[in-house]
């Protein structure tokens, strides 16, 4: 043992400060209005991917038109998270998240009355950047508002929120869109952000810590946010332009130049944007690499599950969205559980466990084809929700855990930047495995079932028609022919997606071994207790 253990151990327990008295810096309340907060931000997520084609039709935009509205959104968000996390270490978490709730609800709104896709896109990158703003400041308020036993409870009903708002988007938003119009995915935004203001100027107490920041790292702001630009870009056109394109290998060069430079520069500056000592904890890095394998197979997995649902099985987006209610059941209850049981054993052994669940959820998934029934399909999404439930809550109180006080906020920006790059590679990484199976397959499916023989660009055609489930058919085809050309779609699609869920379930199975790797937060105490429940 360590002299410096020694005297740590020696030293005075901190007093416990009184119960908050009134609404101010209650808990319980400050997570009731975090979470109505960043419920908005999870929701659009997702919720947006089922009006795109109502919105494309209706503002009359192409298909690069329409995915830069799902696009434009994860982008700015991506990119400005750690950024904002060192705004609210610098002003104050409450300011900042107040902020973003204003600025998040009044960009939905101004989407919601946009008459052009230009300007529509331009509000949603508005939008991700107050959302930037939300995220790592609601982080920050648990991690000051809650004492340590109860810490991962609450990020426990935090991660629940969130993957109960990510999950149900596509329900709620197939319900908006179907019985409203696409306009209402917008405005529902603004009386949930009236509520998420209200409750935050009466409930939400400012901490400040002793050592923070005084100062911005405008250079380092700069090179993170190239690099993160850099990257995300790439990974976002790997679709249109491929892996192997000029074009994709320059930006993906540009953001490692940008990423050594901005490690360099972050050595020498004295109060860097995302001090790199941070990384020496073991934890926090394995935390960090956790929740990029994570969201890695999640969310590139469950990408495929929507046309598979929609385009393989016929569901309409309701149905579809009610087909993934196990995950998103399984995902509510299972995250304040796994609070609880990650304070009584620590993080490791409960995210090595839902790793490798998450794993067996993976590998299950990839044995689902044409003809898969309802029990079949939420045997394993449930299976997927038991697993993800306790990554979201542990590795979230890893990397913040082991984060000093005063870089909360950077810690929460840097959780879900994490998860956000994660997701995006996932989701092109993973879509380049179908692609290739696709076109692997498809030829040879295509000669064997006797169908006409098709030119070059046919065959290229029919192959992003069966890369997202859809039948290359048109409406003067015979029955017979369509039922044939279906059949051989369906079933190469279905080959494909098994491909993309067992590399998901391969990622899985590193990230267990990752998991291995994290501890309970060497800083968790620092922050928490700063009120008494």
Request: glycine content about 12%; hydrophobic content about 55%; overall charge negative.
């Amino acid at each position: 043992m360590t002299s410096e253990t020694t005297v740590a151990n020696a030293a005075p327990e901190p007093p416990i400060p009184d119960p908050p008295k009134g609404l101010r810096g209650h808990p319980w309340l400050t997570l009731l209005t975090v979470a109505i907060g960043v419920t908005m931000v999870a929701l659009d997520g997702t919720i947006v991917a089922i009006a795109n084609p109502v919105i494309a039709e209706d503002l009359h935009a192409s298909l690069a038109d329409a995915q830069w509205i799902t696009n434009g959104y994860l982008l700015a968000l991506a990119v400005s998270l750690i950024t904002a996390g060192k705004l609210g270490d610098r002003f104050g978490h409450r300011q900042t998240f107040l902020i973003g709730v204003v600025g998040f609800a009044a960009s939905s709104a101004a989407i919601a009355l946009s008459g052009t896709v230009t300007l529509l896109v331009v509000f949603r990158v508005l939008q991700g950047l107050f959302g930037a703003l939300l995220m790592p400041a609601a982080l920050g308020l648990l991690r000051a508002t809650f004492p340590a036993e109860k810490l991962n409870m609450a990020i426990g009903i935090w991660g629940m929120v969130i993957g109960a708002s990510t999950a149900g988007g596509p329900i709620i938003g197939g319900l908006l869109v179907e019985h409203v119009n696409w306009q209402s995915v917008f405005y529902i935004n603004v009386p949930v952000g009236v509520l998420a203001l209200v409750c935050g100027l009466a409930i939400l107490k400012d901490h400040r810590a002793e050592k923070a920041p005084k100062s911005f790292d405008i250079p380092g702001i700069a090179l993170l946010s190239g690099a993160m630009f850099c990257l995300i870009w790439a990974v976002i056109k790997s679709g249109e332009w491929q892996w192997g394109d000029s074009r994709t290998l320059l930006f993906l060069g540009l953001a490692v130049v940008c990423f050594a430079a901005f490690a360099f520069w972050e050595t020498r500056t004295s109060e860097p944007l995302l001090p790199l000592r941070m990384f020496r904890s073991v934890p926090l890095s394995a935390g960090t690499v956790l929740m990029v394998l994570m969201a890695f197979g999640f969310m590139g997995g469950i990408f495929f599950v929507t046309f598979y649902l929609q385009n393989v099985h016929g569901m309409s987006p309701v149905d579809s969205g009610l087909h993934l209610l196990p995950l998103t059941a399984m995902m509510i209850v299972a995250s304040p559980l796994a609070g609880v049981l990650i304070t009584k054993l620590g993080p490791r052994i409960p995210l090595v466990v839902a790793m490798l669940i998450t794993s067996v959820s993976m590998f299950g998934a990839s044995t689902l084809d044409v003809d898969s029934s309802t029990a079949e399909m939420s045997l394993w999404f449930g299976l997927l929700g038991l697993g993800l439930a306790p990554v979201m809550v542990g590795a979230t109180e890893v990397i913040v855990g082991n984060a000093p006080i005063e870089l909360s906020g950077v810690a929460g920006g840097l959780q879900q930047a994490s998860m956000q790059v994660g997701g995006s590679i996932g989701t092109a990484a993973l879509g380049a495995v179908m692609a290739a199976k696709v076109d692997d397959d498809l030829p040879g499916s295509w000669q064997r079932a006797g169908l006409p023989p098709m030119s070059g660009q046919q065959l290229d055609q029919a192959s992003k028609a069966v890369e997202v489930g859809k039948a290359p058919v048109t409406k003067d085809m015979k029955p017979e022919l369509v039922e044939k050309i279906t059949g051989v779609a369906h079933d190469t699609f279905v080959s494909g997606m098994g491909v993309a869920f067992t590399v998901a379930g391969v990622v899985s199975l590193l990230a267990a071994v990752v998991a291995a790797f994290t501890k309970r937060g060497d800083n968790a105490e620092a922050g928490a207790g700063a009120a008494h429940i």
